[in-house]
Every structure is written in structure tokens, then in C-alpha cells.
């Protein structure tokens, strides 16, 4: 009997995960798991906005696929998806293609920027290992630059990040803590740099609570960071951008424009002909893809609601990370003939979110609000747990955050 090829496009967290598990519930005459990833390592990228700051660097978000993954079991592919062809039971990739009998579809997310002009060419993005050092060298540019011309450009010390949620808002955390590091590296005067959060909410960090954000405003304006919400950017240039706030338009000057603030499922998604909604499958409860049955889809990829609500889950880690457990665990008992499928109901474990190396706010164990230190030392535990799920102990010991103080 042939073995079924199972196929997993991505190796975030959601296809990694799936992978891993997937590796331990399946023997070698039991199924074909085949990887796709366009690199030969996975990246922490809710460690991103560290790397992007320079506070970590990117060799330390990062670590390779065969440390987790057992090549005897899992045949790794490093390549490109093209486009996914569910009809056809088939992927095509840059150099070749593949078919499946069964597609886990965990190719992650990509920048939205509903169309501002100037925003995709001009502006720097946080998606991947790679926009997040150049990034942060081409901070580390401007301030190189500053004291080097003549004519002083406030544009090469003025930051804007637009987006005030929870990539933002955690890239301003870092960036906080990290400029005063690049004055006394540089020679400049650390009054002289702005660091200006754009958001259109009338608040930063929409539906989280008011007395999380308040922290939060407290904790970064202490360390410089300039707030405009209810302010609309209208337009990014690679000098400077254009806000618009009650019916007023602001220029602000500036080399380096950040947009964090939105961010849509892999438009392979959308172009491969799967039934989705806004460009996300609208899972069944077992992940399954409702117009193909073989096609699972896991992470930012898929839209699942949260029926307290009525709005549906965002895309973390924490969920990612769970859905691929349901989703080995059903594939494994397709491959085997059993039907039982789970189905997948989202166990929040808590949100915590990072303001720089030794703060941090956030809610866990249901409904305990935590600030401060304490916060951010759980914040370090919630980051080393997904490398244990993931690599167990000597993943943890090798990348795990164990500064505390």
C-alpha cells in the first residue's frame, strides 16, 4: 500500500510545531512528511522587534530546522512556494513541484498597507529575519551619519512607527531602551532624537485594558517616545510622511518610517483558489479547509472565531502553536484510519507584551494583570516555553532568554 505524502508549507511556528509532532506520531512506513520553507532555519518572529532594534541579533532569533527536525523521518525542502493548486493536489515551487495527499498550508503572514500611498516602497517593515537587520542598520546608518555632514538632518534622528498595537508597541520598547545606547555611541544628544508613534485608534493597543495601556503610555513617554493617535497616515515618502488628525494635515520629517500596523495572511492563500475570507480559510473545527478535505491550515493563515466575541482569534504564537497540535494529531489519525478528529478550542494562556529589556505589561492566568519586572521575567518564561514545545531543553539551553536582571 502506498505511503500517503503529507506536505507542510512553512516552517513558522504553526508548521514547524506541526512538523515536530507530526515526526513522533508517525513512523517511517506510516506516511512521506515533506517540509517546505524558503530558509534552512525558523526564526522567533515574536522576537522580531528586538532584532529590528538591535537589542538581540538575529543569529540569536534564529535557529536551524535540522536541530528540531529529524531529517531520517521529514524530508526538508529549502525553496519557494509559487502557488498552491488544491485541485491538482499539487505545489508548485520555484525549482520544481510537489504532490500531496494531504497540505498543511502555514506559510505565515505579510505587511497590509490598505493602500497608503508611498508606504510598501518607502517604508521599513518587521516580517522576517532580513527586513529586521536591515532595519536596524539603517538606524544604526543615520546615526552614523548625523555628525558626519556638515549640514545636521533632524530627518536622520526622527523615528516614526505607525501602527500602536502589539508589534508596535514592542518595538517601541526596545527602541526606548536602545537609542540612548546609540547616542553615547555616536556623539549625539539624546534630546535631539524623536521617536513618534502613529496610531488612527483614538488608543494605542485597541481592546486591551485601560489600565494596561495607561502603563503603557506611562512607561514610554518616560523614556521619550512622542504618541499622535486618532491620526491617519496619508502618505510615506523616503523623506518624511504625511499624518492627517481632526481634519489637519502634519508633515513630519523622517528617514525611517516603521509600519507595524497591520498585517494579512500570505496571499497564496488567496490566489490558490481555497474558499477563504479576506484572503484567510474560514477553518472547520477539525482545520480543515471547508472546500478541499485533505487541505489543513494552520497559524496566520486561518480564521477561526472566537465565539465570545464574535470577532475573530488574532494571529499569535500561542494559537499557532496550538492549532498545529490538533492538527498532527488529526492527520495522524487520518494516516492511521482512525476518525475521530479533534476539534480545536483555544486555550488562552494570558498576553503579555514587552516594553523593553526589564518591563513589560500583560494579562495572564485568566484575568491577572501584571506590570513591570515581574512582567517582563514572565514574558522571558512565556518565550522559552514555546522553544521547549518546540526543541525541548537543549533548544531552551541553547536559545533560551535567561536575562532577568
Same mark, same amino acid.
Given at each position: 500500500m502506498k505511503k500517503p505524502n503529507i506536505v507542510i508549507l512553512g516552517a513558522g511556528y504553526g508548521g514547524?510545531?506541526?512538523?515536530? @509532532?507530526?515526526? @513522533?506520531?508517525?513512523?517511517?512506513?506510516?506516511?512521506?512528511i515533506t517540509l517546505v520553507n524558503k530558509h534552512d532555519y525558523h526564526y522567533e518572529a515574536t522576537w522580531l522587534h528586538e532584532v529590528a532594534a538591535g537589542t538581540i541579533s538575529p543569529d540569536h532569533a534564529r535557529f536551524a530546522i535540522k536541530d528540531v527536525v529529524d531529517l531520517s523521518k521529514v524530508n526538508f525542502v529549502q525553496d519557494t =512556494?509559487?502557488? #498552491?493548486?488544491?485541485?491538482?493536489? @499539487? =505545489?508548485?515551487?520555484?525549482?520544481?513541484?510537489?504532490?500531496?495527499d494531504y497540505l498543511v498550508v502555514a506559510l505565515g503572514f505579510e505587511a497590509a498597507t490598505f493602500g497608503i500611498p508611498g508606504l510598501s516602497e518607502n517604508a521599513f517593515m518587521i516580517n522576517n529575519i532580513n527586513s529586521s537587520r536591515l532595519l536596524r542598520e539603517h538606524i544604526d546608518y543615520n546615526f552614523a551619519m548625523y555628525n558626519n555632514e556638515i549640514e545636521k538632518k533632524q530627518e536622520r534622528l526622527n &523615528?516614526?512607527?505607525?501602527?500602536? *498595537?502589539?508589534?508596535?508597541?514592542?518595538?517601541? *520598547?526596545?527602541?526606548?531602551?536602545? &537609542?540612548?545606547?546609540?547616542c553615547k555611541e555616536y556623539d549625539i544628544d539624546?534630546? @535631539? =532624537?524623536?521617536? &513618534?508613534?502613529?496610531?488612527?485608534?483614538?488608543? &494605542?493597543?485597541?481592546?486591551?485594558?485601560?489600565?494596561?495601556?495607561?502603563?503603557?503610555?506611562? $512607561?514610554?513617554e518616560a523614556r521619550g517616545v512622542e504618541f499622535k493617535v486618532g491620526a491617519l497616515l496619508k502618505g510615506c515618502t523616503p523623506e518624511g510622511i504625511v499624518i492627517e488628525k481632526d481634519g489637519e494635515q502634519e508633515e513630519i520629517p523622517t528617514f525611517t518610517t516603521v509600519w507595524a500596523?497591520?498585517?494579512?495572511?500570505?496571499?497564496?492563500?488567496?490566489? $490558490?483558489?481555497?474558499?477563504?475570507?479576506r484572503g484567510k480559510v474560514e477553518v472547520k473545527p477539525d482545520l480543515?479547509?471547508?472546500s478541499h478535505e485533505n487541505v489543513f491550515v494552520v497559524g496566520d493563515c486561518a480564521l477561526i472565531w472566537n465565539k465570545e466575541t464574535e470577532r475573530p482569534y488574532p494571529p499569535t504564537a500561542q494559537i499557532a502553536m496550538q492549532e498545529a497540535e490538533v492538527c498532527a494529531h488529526n492527520l495522524a489519525t487520518i494516516v492511521k484510519g482512525g476518525d475521530e478528529l479533534e476539534s480545536f478550542e483555544f486555550n488562552n494562556m494570558g498576553t503579555v507584551a514587552s516594553l523593553g529589556h526589564n518591563d513589560a505589561m500583560g494579562v495572564v492566568f485568566g484575568d491577572k494583570k501584571i506590570f *513591570?519586572?515581574?512582567a517582563s521575567i514572565m514574558k522571558k518564561v #512565556?518565550?522559552?516555553?514555546?522553544?521547549?514545545? #518546540?526543541g525541548g531543553i537543549g533548544l531552551v539551553l541553547k536559545k533560551g532568554k535567561f536575562n532577568i536582571f
Open positions: 514547524l510545531t506541526t512538523t515536530v @509532532k507530526l515526526q @513522533k506520531k508517525l513512523g517511517a512506513n506510516d506516511a512521506q =512556494v509559487v502557488s #498552491i493548486q488544491p485541485d491538482d493536489n @499539487k =505545489v508548485i515551487l520555484e525549482d520544481g513541484e510537489l504532490e500531496y &523615528i516614526v512607527v505607525g501602527g500602536g *498595537g502589539f508589534t508596535g508597541i514592542e518595538f517601541l *520598547g526596545e527602541l526606548a531602551n536602545r &537609542i540612548p545606547e546609540l539624546r534630546d @535631539k =532624537v524623536r521617536i &513618534i508613534n502613529v496610531e488612527g485608534a483614538p488608543t &494605542i493597543l485597541p481592546g486591551f485594558d485601560p489600565q494596561l495601556v495607561e502603563y503603557t503610555l506611562n $512607561s514610554l500596523a497591520g498585517v494579512r495572511a500570505n496571499s497564496l492563500v488567496e490566489q $490558490s483558489g481555497l474558499e477563504h475570507n480543515r479547509a471547508p *513591570g519586572w515581574s #512565556i518565550d522559552n516555553r514555546s522553544l521547549f514545545k #518546540i
